[in-house]
């Protein structure tokens, strides 16, 4: 196939462009969601879940026999449509190989094995278990300019014509969305998530101080493949969100400095964000920016409001000492996703009722925050003090 810079085929062409539609057209979980984002005082919260690591235990509890993200699942714990529409191929927790690392057997360790798992990383696990436990990653991909070449650069070749095989099926979804209003809304790996999935955590911290030009390299490509791949979906709709997965932040604060992420890769950002903008079609629709990491977040709230006119954040780790409620107070812009505690869903109704009488209230007259757990919902978390949980949300949401 021939291709043109963008990685489009010349003879593939953009069909229904249009604007924001009309409020009425939207649907009840896209009013939802934005008013949400537009920071709306009073406005019915939004009704979703972060994830689950529940789900068999709760089958063992009662729970009827039904699958996560099915409409029966939606319908049991009273969750709305998401009233976005997500846009993929540009990675989450890890970048988007194209093709994936061959998944093998590294070594039998006896009770344990090391697997090279489809991102290139050898993972330690218990022998014949892959989930349930958080795995140990002895081993990643890219150590210096010769791993990068050999394992992963290729791999992100942002011309490659496989990342677009299924562009018009992909974007006929999109655009039938964006007329019932759905936030159509970008996801993808934010620089410091592609950086650490391939060279590591610990190592990348050095890598930043020994070898800035393997860090540079890597990120000229971060932004070459988004930039094809946005520029791509920006020939049939617009974005209202580009959601970065980055997760630089542990329980007390950030993994790197804003000193070193301004230096480093707020540049990569900043030119992505300026080429997206430039390319929106509805040049009058705000774009929403959104932030995702784990831990204690907030010394980066004002950091990313500031330099790249961050709109969302979450989850806000509760256990990291993230108070949705304070942090709201503090700043009055920033649409809030996450802070519901998932130790205390865990304590018991009594336990439940005051923490959300303490949030949601507070929470809802500012406008601006969809509650749901701080990350996945554990297995310590009892199905009946899940449903109790969702039934409070509801009575102290609509």
């Known amino acids: 196939m021939n291709m043109n810079p963008n990685g489009i085929s ?3 062409q953009p069909t229904d462009i249009h604007g924001l539609p009309p409020r009425e057209l939207w649907t009840d979980a896209a009013r939802r969601r934005r008013d949400t984002y537009a920071i709306t005082p009073g406005a019915p919260f939004l009704k979703c879940e ?14 009827p026999d039904i699958e996560q993200n ?16 997500p846009l993929w191929c540009l990675g989450w927790c890890e970048p988007e ?4 690392f061959e998944v093998k057997l590294i070594e039998d360790r006896g009770s344990t094995e090391v697997e090279q798992d489809w991102a290139g990383r050898h993972v330690l696990y218990f022998k014949g278990r892959r989930q349930g436990f958080m795995p140990e990653y002895i081993g990643h991909p890219v150590v210096d300019m010769e791993t990068w070449k050999a394992n992963a650069e290729w791999r992100l070749d942002p011309q490659d014509p496989r990342r677009y095989e299924d562009l018009e099926q992909r974007m006929g979804v999109a655009r039938t969305a964006a007329a019932r209003g759905e936030m159509i809304t ?14 590591g955590p610990t190592e990348l911290l050095y890598a930043f101080y020994d070898q800035p030009e393997l860090i540079e390299t890597i990120m000229q490509r971060w932004l070459e493949l988004a930039d094809a791949v946005t520029s791509a979906h920006q020939r049939y709709v ?3 969100e580009i959601f970065f997965a980055e997760d630089n932040c542990y329980n007390n604060g950030p993994l790197i400095s804003p000193d070193m992420t301004r230096e480093m890769l707020l540049p990569y950002y900043k030119e992505l964000l300026r080429r ?12 929403y920016l959104q932030i995702d990491t784990d831990g ?16 969302a954040m979450s989850p806000f780790e509760v256990a990291s000492g993230c108070d949705v409620v304070e942090i709201g107070r503090r700043y009055p812009g920033l649409c809030m996703r996450g802070g519901i505690d998932k130790r205390v869903l865990a304590a018991g109704p009594d336990a439940i009722d005051a923490m959300l009488e303490r949030i949601l209230p507070a929470m809802r007259e500012r406008g601006g925050y969809i509650p749901c757990c701080d990350h996945g919902v554990p297995a310590e978390v009892s199905y009946s003090d899940y449903l109790h949980y969702r039934r409070r949300c509801v009575e102290l949401g609509e």
């Open 10 to 12: 010349p003879l593939i």
């Open 70 to 85: 099915s409409p029966e699942a939606s319908a049991l714990f009273h969750y709305d449509e998401p009233g976005a529409h």
């Open 238 to 240: 617009t974005y209202d």
């Open 186 to 199: 970008q996801h993808l790996a934010g620089s410091f998530m592609f950086l650490r999935s391939m060279v």
């Open 97 to 100: 190989y194209v093709p994936q």
């Open 276 to 287: 997206v903008r430039e390319r929106q079609l509805d040049k009058s629709r705000h774009l």
């Open 50 to 63: 972060f994830g689950f690591y529940c789900w068999e235990e709760w089958k063992e509890q009662g729970m």
């Open 296 to 311: 204690m977040c907030e010394p980066l709230i004002g950091f990313y409001m500031e330099e790249i006119g961050m709109d």
